[in-house]
C-alpha cells in the first residue's frame, strides 16, 4: 500500500467577469497566479474564468468576447474571487446597487473567502457592502464617484493597492499586477513573487502611489531625478545611508532632495530605506541559511532584536517563523 500524500488542493481564484470586462485585467490574474510554483515546480494556484450568468460569451470593451467555461457555481469553492473592471457596470456604478445576477453570486462567497479587485471592480465590492467601513482603493479619476455612492467605505485613492487582510483592492490596470504579486508574496513569499516577476519583466514592487498620475494643470518641470540615489541606496543597504550622502548623489541640496523624493515615490528617503532593508531581509531569510545576527547585518537592520521588531511590524512573525514558513529548499 502506497503510504505518499496525496498533493494538497491548489488555492483555487475564481475570476468574475461582466460585461465590458478588460481584457488585459483578466490576462493579469491568470498571468501572475497561473505561473506561481513552488520549490518542486508545482502550480500554486488554480484560475478559473466565470460569469454571473452562466458558461458563454462575455463582452470585453474591445472588439471581441471571451467564453467563459464557468457560471457563478464556481465561486461555491473559490478560495479567492477577484472581480477586474468593467466598463458596463450600469447601477453599480451610478447608485451603488447590485444586479441581480451580482447579487445571487455573492450568496454564494463562502465565510472566509478572500475578496479582491482590480480598478473598478471595487465599486462591485462596495456595492455588496464588503467595503464598508473597510480600507479601500479604486482608479484616481473614479474616486469622487466613489465617495459619493460609498461614504461608508474608507478611500484611500492615492495607493497602487490596499491590502485589508481578507479584502483587498487596486487602482488602476497596472497596478492589479502590483496586488497580485503582494498576494503571492504574503501567500508564498518573497522569493516566489519575485521569481514571477522576473519572468513577467515587471519590478516586483513599484514606487510611490496613484498621485504621480493624476492630471495637474501645471506641468511638472523637467529636471534632475532621485533615481540614482535609489540605486546607490538598494547596492549599500548594509551601511548607513545619511540623507547628505543621498543627496550628494544627486547634487541636490538635502531639502530639495528630500521634496523630490517624495513625489517620486510616495514616501520619505527613511520610509522607502526602511521598507527595502525589510524586503532585503526577507529575501535572504527565504534563499540563505545565514544566522539572523547576519541577516539583520546584512540588510542594514543592525541587530537581530531590531531585525525581530522591524518584521514583526510588519508581517506579524519573527524572523524564525518567516524563514520556517518560507525557507525554499534547492
Known sequence: MSTSRPPARRHRVAVVLLDGFLPIE????HRIFGTARDAQGRKLYEVVTCSVDGPGPVRSNADFSIEAPHGPEAIDTADTVLFPASYELGPVYEEGVLTP??????????PGTR??????????????????ERLATT???EAEQFRRIFPRVRLQPDVLYVDDGDVLTSAGVASGIDLCLHVVRRDHGAAVADDIARRTVVPPHRDGGQAQYIRRHVPEPAGATTAPARVWALEHLDRPLPLSDLASRCAMSVRTFTRR?????????????QRRRVEHARTLLETTSLPVEQVAARSGLGSAQSLRSHLSAALGVTPTAYRRTFRRTA
Open 26 to 29: 483578466l490576462g493579469i490574474v
Open 115 to 132: 475578496m479582491m479587485s482590480i480598478c473598478l471592480g471595487s465599486f462591485v465590492l462596495a456595492a455588496a457592502g464588503v467595503l464598508d
Open 101 to 110: 445576477a451580482l447579487r445571487a453570486a455573492f450568496s454564494r462567497v463562502r
Open 139 to 141: 482608479h484616481w479619476a
Open 261 to 273: 523624493f517624495r513625489e517620486e515615490t510616495g514616501e520619505s528617503p527613511g520610509e522607502w530605506i
